[in-house]
């Protein structure tokens, strides 16, 4: 199993950025699927992106498309969630997440990281 810690969340404006980050520990990192989900207050979890472990399939969930952009640096054991032209409704707490297959599913998941708050002001 590999562990995960997020960083980077924080207070932004309406139309700010931020870019989230995920440090993995383990030396098979790149062999991961990685993902990242939110939960936004009383509100299931949900999914945001994945990226396959090469890097060459992504997903986005709809309503971030255009504004984030997942990434990886497998050398760094580090996956990345830049976040563009944020709205009050990306207000979450965000999560990363590894597993075997890239998807959308949180089945597709098996270690999970403690969470980022990201708060949009409007």
């Known amino acids: 199993q590999v562990q995960l810690v997020e960083s980077g969340g924080g207070l932004v404006q309406t139309g700010g950025s931020l870019r989230l980050s995920c440090a993995a520990s383990?030396?098979?990192?790149?062999?991961?699927?990685m993902g990242w989900f939110r939960q936004a207050p009383r509100k299931e979890r949900e999914f945001v992106a994945a990226i396959s472990w090469t890097g060459g399939s992504i997903y986005y969930t709809d309503s971030v498309k255009g504004r984030f952009t997942i990434s990886r640096d497998n050398a760094k054991n580090t996956v990345y969630l830049q976040m563009n032209s944020l709205k009050p409704e990306d207000t979450a707490v965000y999560y990363c997440?590894?597993?075997?297959?890239?998807?959308?599913?949180?089945?597709?998941?098996?270690?999970w990281g403690q969470g980022t708050q990201v708060t949009v002001s409007s």
């Open positions: 997440a590894a597993g075997w297959v890239a998807g959308t599913a949180e089945a597709n998941f098996g270690s």
């Open positions: 383990g030396r098979t990192f790149s062999s991961y699927a």
